[in-house]
């Protein structure tokens, strides 16, 4: 891809998604994810509706009139977004690919988090940790972000999440919220999801296409297995074929919501051509 499409796709998802978390997401995303705690700021003159427990007896008792200490959110945090970018991700049959609303969903979260003030990071895995980008904060970190989403070309197709998260365990010592973007079509990543979970705010964002859920009856068709690059022949006529395509979907599926829920853990799913603006505002009110 050439650096003027990239800075021209880059511009094209800043307005998109920076619009979608100045009008939309700032105010949720703050209420959304606490701050680690208040932090004392002054004292001012008591007044009517002051919490009495918040009197400070010895500027009281110099001033004799009472005085009450103010305190405020101590909000800076750091946003994790993992993101998966195996071959499974360039697939999509109605809007954009999988990855491209990975891509858009990651970058409005980012928006969001620079808007209050927070330090945002990449990990871009495949079944290996492609790429780490330590949080930072300001527009222009966000912007090497997107354009890394965009362009960035995996060495591998495959996925594994465990080595992901793994990763992401040792770098990560302070906590942060956690933004895990994938298809989730893996497994054996529970324990340390458990493991991360107990440390971190941790959400697990699900996107998928419509065919990978059900299979169109089209009869014999080849397909390739993004992962692993083999292309078998498949008889979608077959009602024995289509069930276990949508069995092993279910699996998937299951397997996503059941590890996440157990380690405490968030979930969003969204599919491809759904708004994925209104999935995220819900999730933030519901957490808020």
Not at 27 to 37: A, D, I, L, Q, V
Not at 172 to 198: C, P, Q, W
Not at 219 to 243: F, H, I, W, Y
Not at 247 to 268: C, D, M, P, R, V
Request: proline share 2%; aromatic share 10%.
């Amino acid at each position: 891809m050439e650096t003027k499409e990239i800075l021209k796709k880059v511009r094209k998802i800043e307005i998109k998604t920076r619009r979608l978390s100045d009008h939309i997401f700032s105010g949720e995303y703050h209420s959304s994810f606490k701050g680690r705690g208040m932090t004392f700021s002054e004292v001012k003159q008591y007044g009517f509706g002051d919490d009495v427990r918040s009197i400070d007896w010895n500027v009281t008792a110099r001033y004799n009139e009472p005085y009450v200490k103010v305190f405020e959110e101590e909000r800076e945090l750091t946003m994790m977004l993992m993101v998966d970018i195996s071959g499974s991700g360039n697939f999509g049959t109605k809007e954009q690919f999988k990855r491209a609303t990975i891509a858009e969903i990651a970058a409005t979260l980012s928006f969001s988090a620079i808007q209050n003030n927070d330090k945002v990071g990449l990990l871009l895995f495949s079944d290996e940790v492609e790429l780490y980008i330590p949080p930072k904060k300001g527009k222009s970190h966000v912007l090497r972000i997107i354009r890394e989403l965009i362009e960035f070309e995996p060495k591998s197709q495959k996925t594994n999440i465990n080595e992901a998260l793994k990763y992401l365990s040792n770098v990560m010592r302070k906590k942060a919220i956690v933004f895990i973007l994938s298809d989730f079509m893996d497994e054996g990543y529970e324990h340390t999801l458990k493991i991360v979970g107990n440390k971190h705010d941790v959400t697990g964002v699900r996107i998928y296409d419509q065919y990978d859920a059900t299979l169109p009856k089209i009869g014999l068709v080849p397909m390739v297995d993004a992962e692993s690059g083999q292309t078998v022949m498949v008889n979608t006529s077959s009602k024995k074929v289509r069930n276990q395509y949508e069995q092993q979907f279910a699996h998937w599926k299951n397997n996503f919501e059941t590890a996440f829920k157990k380690s405490g853990a968030g979930i969003l799913s969204c599919r491809t051509e759904e708004n994925y603006a209104k999935k995220l505002l819900t999730y933030f009110k519901q957490r808020g």
